[in-house]
Nanobody, 116 residues
Framework: QVQLVESGGGLVQPGGSLRLSCAAS????????MGWYRQAPGKQREWVAS???????NYADSVKGRFTISRDNAKNTVYLQMNSLKPEDTAVYYC??????????WGQGTQVTVSS
């Protein structure tokens, strides 16, 4: 059974930082591209960042320079370091595991709220 469990969300003031974690089980983690997506109220889910099994990273323009995605294959965990947070970053953040578009899994999400 595949499980992706996110943690690290919460309430933070504008300009603050949070680090999200996603622990995976039930998959050969090192085979998968891992990604973070987010969904704000009333909006569609959008891609935030991804990291391939080889360690290549990509970011949405809206977070480039502020967010950093990383992975630890020994711990089957992917991280999202979020700095200089803005109110528009408020959303539920979801972890995704994808392999060749044929195997695609989602976590349950973690809430991030940026507000003063």
């Amino acid at each position: 059974q595949v499980q992706l469990v996110e943690s690290g969300g919460g309430l933070v003031q504008p300009g603050g930082s949070l680090r999200l974690s996603c622990a995976a089980s039930g998959i050969i983690f090192s085979f998968y591209t891992m990604g973070w997506y987010r969904q704000a109220p009333g909006k569609q889910r959008e891609w935030v960042a991804s990291i391939t099994n080889g360690g290549s990273t990509n970011y949405a323009d809206s977070v480039k320079g502020r967010f950093t995605i990383s992975r630890d294959n020994a711990k089957n965990t992917v991280y999202l370091q979020m700095n200089s947070l803005k109110p528009e970053d408020t959303a539920v953040y979801y972890c995704n595991a994808n392999r060749n578009s044929a195997w695609n899994y989602w976590g349950q999400g973690t809430q991030v709220t940026v507000s003063s």
